[in-house]
């Protein structure tokens, strides 16, 4: 087509291969456990959105199930990969942190001088941590705070208490632990996860590599590099590893690799999704030009709309959604950056009706 370029002519490509690869197309029969399993981490610090990002790849899960598969230990709530919490398996939360934890503790270093932390403190802060939840206890961050204060380490001095808990994280002492009502509490990491996997570092950086591309292609080097947190050296050195097992594709001078697989299928009916904010669809590449336009773009981040939930046709980003929890139903509000066609509106409708479903109330569309 007259005045696109080939990375935009090729976007639907990628937009639909994402799709499949993600589980979003083609929903797996599986538990929560078995999805973040194949994407290995899912950004989760808005934990609603969180669930709906792992719902949204179940063929008929609830936000009960994966409530309850948290509270259970089956899936872990933890910092690595990058300064931000992150849905984990416990058999891969050990290597996770391992390979990943000191790249988010270089990121966060300089805030961490500037609150007074050192090396000295987080060693207390985290043997009173590790202290407190022995035996199975499960604690709050607020009740945790109080222990810490009371062996006197200061926590109330700027984001001084989050930067200890995320700490305590990364140095595999502490995981989330069930849900106490709505507070989240903490648990010992070796009592939720026992069995976790350790690697050396080079079969690490392999097996990240690995699953990063099967699950997230297509997908360039520097997009692995951005999600993953690792250097450019390292993501580079484990693409080397596994690329024998790839496919790849160039445009405009940038590679693309993905799974050996046969094309998605394509009958011409649009296919919609409506996507939490910081859905492993949106936040797994640094480049999002192949699922969102630069016209639609300008509209979503000039917006302030980092944040938002967004509206997925046929891979691409064509709007936003909001979303209201009340008693007896959820109302749906849409808001399209183009104009939508019959059929377009109409998939949009049923990927609606599919969150109602998940949240088990009918739903109200706007």
Same mark, same amino acid.
């Given at each position: 087509?007259?005045? &696109? ?11 639909? $291969? ?46 009960? =199930? ?14 690595? $990969? ?30 961490? &001088?500037?609150?007074? $932390?050192?090396?000295?403190? /987080? ?7 590790? *202290? @407190? ?16 204060? *009371? ?31 709505? =507070? ?19 079969? @690490? ?13 297509? @997908? ?71 699922? $969102? ?43 399209? /950056?183009? &104009? ?13 009706? &599919?969150?109602?479903?998940? =949240? ?7």
């Amino acid at each position: 087509m007259a005045g &696109r370029s080939r990375s935009q002519d090729a976007g639907p490509d990628i937009a639909r $291969l994402r799709l499949r690869n993600q589980r979003i197309d083609g929903a797996t029969r599986g538990e929560a456990a078995d999805v973040v399993k194949w994407l290995v981490a899912v950004q989760a610090q808005d934990f609603a959105g969180a669930k709906w990002s792992l719902g949204l790849r179940l063929r008929k899960a609830t936000d009960s =199930q994966i409530e309850r598969a948290f509270n259970e230990g089956a899936i872990l709530r933890t910092h690595l $990969l990058r300064p931000t919490w992150h849905f984990v398996t416990p058999a891969d939360i050990g290597w996770l942190l391992a390979l990943t934890a000191p790249r988010v503790h270089a990121a966060s270093a300089h805030m961490v &001088r500037s609150l007074e $932390l050192d090396a000295a403190v /987080f060693k207390r802060s985290n043997a009173a941590l590790a *202290k @407190a939840l022995q035996g199975g206890q499960h604690l709050t961050r607020s009740e945790l705070e109080e222990v810490l204060q *009371k062996v006197g380490i200061a926590t109330d001095v700027g984001n001084r208490m989050a930067y200890l808990m995320m700490g305590a994280e990364l140095d595999g002492v502490i995981c989330s632990g069930p849900r106490r009502g709505k =507070q989240f509490t903490y648990a010992l990491l070796e009592d939720r996860a026992p069995q976790a996997k350790t690697m050396e570092r080079d079969e @690490a950086l392999a097996e990240l590599s690995r699953r990063y591309f099967a699950s997230r292609g297509p @997908a360039t080097v520097q997009d692995f590099a951005k999600w993953s947190g690792l250097t450019a050296a390292d993501a580079g050195r484990g693409l080397e590893v596994v690329q024998h097992g790839l496919r790849h594709v160039v445009l405009d001078g940038q590679a693309y690799w993905h799974p050996k697989s046969r094309p998605p299928h394509n009958d011409g009916s649009p296919t919609a999704h409506l996507l939490s904010n910081y859905d492993e669809y949106i936040s797994s590449y640094k480049d999002r030009s192949a699922i $969102l336009s630069e016209e639609h773009g300008a509209l979503l981040w000039g917006r302030g709309n980092a944040l938002a939930y967004v509206i997925v046709v046929d891979g691409l980003i064509v709007g936003t959604w909001k979303r209201a929890l009340m008693r007896d139903s959820v109302v749906i509000e849409t808001n399209p /950056f183009r &104009r939508l066609t019959h059929a377009e509106k109409g998939a949009i409708t049923e990927a609606a009706q &599919r969150y109602g479903r998940f =949240q088990d109330l009918p739903v109200s569309l706007l």
